[in-house]
């Protein structure tokens, strides 16, 4: 599942169907994003940047970082908006 910035949340395999879509292409002309999503991304990005760590067991130590997903970095999470 994905969240579009456009409010939709669907299938990712429904993305180039939903790039297409009245809604998206509407919210397109605009390009206006609630602060509660820009906050939602880039909270994203800070956990995606941190990664998740995975403790060893014992009697070892230490652990392995590791990164799963990440949300791409756009002008809503960079702070600045596009030209």
Request: net charge positive; glycine share 8%; aromatic share 12%.
């Amino acid at each position: 599942m994905w969240t579009c910035v456009c409010g939709y949340r669907g299938k990712s395999k429904n993305w180039k169907k939903h790039e297409m879509s009245e809604r998206h292409q509407e919210w397109a002309v605009h390009r206006s994003v609630s602060r509660r999503i820009v906050a939602a991304m880039r909270a994203q990005v800070a956990r995606d940047e941190a990664g998740q760590f995975a403790k060893f067991k014992a009697p070892l130590t230490g652990g392995i970082r590791f990164f799963t997903t990440w949300q791409d970095e756009n002008e809503w999470t960079r702070g600045r908006a596009s030209p």
